[in-house]
């Protein structure tokens, strides 16, 4: 073991570092940067060099949110999208790329890139960033397979890149407000948590289309596809109906569950579930079901009670609480939290009544000057971002384990068993069969 045992030594701040040595010299003194950092060291002041890699939808909105720093480079597949040509023309400056690939070997100044393409191209991307030395903001949710979440969060500690996962919530006022109110005990201790949503908006529970479209000119259709299956193009997949289909999207389930559920983990201190089943309208193997019920069991954490956390899609929601006053309506998506003492609904103890008597817990977590801005401060040597992938990894593989228990070829087991996982061992125990579907194979000449 070294002289220096286990004490972690921070390295000093450039402003910390002229501070004190100003105060140590009676003066204020510039000091070259080559001493501070070295030669690659990048002050905190200095503009980052971001690339956006996916802009016909969320990559605009990061954008836009990153623009703090520099846009020096876009790429997306399809150039004749006109979402994509609206942000190739806000940011005229920025070089233009279909390939990421292309566009990472020749834009040696990147310093990080910000990923919103669709699922099944997040956690290649990814990792082919991170392994050149590049910062990694990706979009929710961060993978499409449990086992490229465990990969990704394997290397950005060993690349030693900032990284941050796109749910933004996260950052919110909202989110601490409610984790402070479960902490203070308002409800007592929590030993159930239903969440719904109103997804899916797009088309789920349908075969395969069987007309016959022509490629758009401007469209890389085989980049598009990337690891997944080749299949013609057709509007039913691009530019947005990929998410309900299993070989590019994660469904309702991925699509909204580490948004919904992530106040959840933090509040309820949750990592991995023990077990995990569920149910559905029909499902094949082109798409997700139409609507799904998933149940969580977690087991004890500390002085806290295992909890179960049952999730609801496609219209469905769990039944009306008691304690809601005739009048008020369960909104289109929404969270209870059942406690040993109370209920509480969508952040309010229910009751109002209960609410209005309710004494607000003491503000005691820090708050967030923004969820982009937590990923550029960690860019820049700050602390990780709340949504880093030590966080985000195990919340997507938590959200993923549920699209493994609605798989159609499962189905029939399911119904006479739950699906046990071992996180040590990243694999489910007690049904062999259900560990092929945490990876995936990928298509000819691409890999992790």
Not at 15 to 24: D, E, K, Q, V, Y
Not at 156 to 172: I, K, L
Not at 350 to 360: A, D, G, L, V
Request: charge should be positive; charged fraction near 25%; include cysteine.
């Amino acid at each position: 073991m070294s002289n220096e045992s286990s004490i972690t030594r921070k390295p000093i701040s450039r402003r910390r570092f002229i501070r004190n040595a100003g105060l140590a010299a009676g003066a204020f003194t510039i000091v070259p940067r080559h001493v501070l950092g070295g030669t690659n060291y990048k002050a905190p002041s200095d503009k980052l060099n971001f690339a956006i890699i996916g802009i016909g939808g969320k990559g605009k909105t990061d954008a836009r949110e990153l623009n703090l720093e520099n846009i020096v480079a876009l790429c997306d597949v399809d150039f004749g999208n006109k979402k994509v040509i609206n942000v190739f023309n806000e940011y005229p400056n920025a070089k233009r790329y279909q390939d990421y690939r292309v566009m990472l070997d020749k834009e040696k100044n990147i310093d990080g890139v910000a990923i919103a393409t669709p699922d099944h191209t997040h956690a290649i991307i990814s990792m082919h960033a991170m392994k050149m030395g590049k910062h990694v903001y990706c979009q929710k949710p961060l993978t499409q397979t449990i086992e490229e979440a465990q990969l990704l969060r394997k290397t950005a500690r060993r690349m030693n890149v900032a990284t941050q996962m796109g749910n933004q919530g996260q950052a919110s006022e909202e989110r601490r407000r409610l984790e402070e109110i479960i902490t203070d005990g308002a409800i007592g201790n929590v030993t159930e948590v239903h969440v719904w949503t109103n997804r899916p908006i797009w088309p789920q529970g349908i075969g395969r289309p069987s007309d016959h479209v022509s490629t758009p000119d401007d469209l890389d259709w085989d980049l598009w596809l990337g690891p997944a299956p080749e299949r013609p193009y057709n509007p039913a997949y691009h530019p947005f109906k990929w998410r309900g289909w299993w070989d590019f999207g994660t469904g309702a389930l991925g699509d909204m569950g580490c948004h919904n559920i992530d106040p959840i983990f933090r509040a309820l201190k949750l990592r991995y579930p023990l077990t995990v089943q569920a149910t559905s309208t029909p499902v094949n193997k082109e798409t997700y079901p139409s609507g799904s019920m998933v149940t969580y069991e977690f087991g004890a954490r500390g002085l806290l009670p295992p909890v179960t956390v049952t999730w609801y899609d496609g219209g469905l929601k769990p039944l009306r609480p008691v304690e809601l006053e005739d009048g008020r309506q369960m909104g289109k998506q929404g969270t209870l939290y059942i406690g040993e003492k109370g209920k509480i609904l969508d952040g309010r103890i229910i009751p109002e009544s209960k609410m209005k008597q309710y004494e607000m817990a003491p503000k005691t977590i820090p708050r967030s000057p923004g969820h982009h801005i937590e990923w550029i401060q960690a860019c820049k040597g700050d602390k990780p971002g709340g949504s880093n992938f030590d966080f985000a990894g195990p919340l997507t593989e938590t959200v993923l384990l549920g699209n493994v228990a609605l798989r159609m070829e499962l189905t029939d087991k399911m119904t006479r068993q739950k699906l046990h996982w071992d996180a040590d061992k990243g694999q489910f125990s007690n049904l062999p069969e259900a560990n092929e579907f945490i990876r995936r194979p990928y298509r000819q000449g691409w890999s992790l």
